[in-house]
């Protein structure tokens, strides 16, 4: 079994910033793909930031030049830097992992609040 554990969430004004952390513990083999992704209230999950194990990585349009994602695989974690907050950034942000053999695991979800 695969937990993921996330932290750092919270409230922010707008301009502001936060980062959140992400670390896997249990049956971790080799990873894949991991990063994050964000629900809104009445919205559709959505890409938020993924790295991969050939150090690739990808962000929603959104957030782009915005947020950053770092990865210490070796650890099996990973960290979101979001600078320049916005309102419409509010959402529960989840961590997410891909293994090439185990399967796809979700955390809990951290909330992030963005005030106007």
């Known amino acids: 079994q695969v937990r993921l554990v996330e932290s750092g969430g919270g409230l922010v004004e707008a301009g502001g910033s936060l980062r959140l952390s992400c670390a896997a513990t249990g049956y971790i083999f080799e990873i894949a793909v991991m990063g994050w992704y964000r629900q809104a209230p009445g919205k559709q999950r959505e890409l938020v930031a993924v790295?991969?194990?050939?150090?690739?990585?990808d962000y929603g349009d959104s957030v782009k030049g915005r947020f950053t994602i770092t990865r210490d695989f070796a650890k099996n974690s990973v960290s979101l830097q979001m600078n320049s907050l916005k309102p419409e950034d509010t959402a529960v942000y989840y961590c997410?992992?891909?293994?090439?053999?185990?399967?796809?695991?979700w955390g809990r979800g951290t909330q992030v609040t963005v005030s106007s």
């Open positions: 997410h992992l891909v293994q090439y053999r185990g399967g796809t695991s």
């Open positions: 790295t991969t194990d050939t150090n690739m990585t």
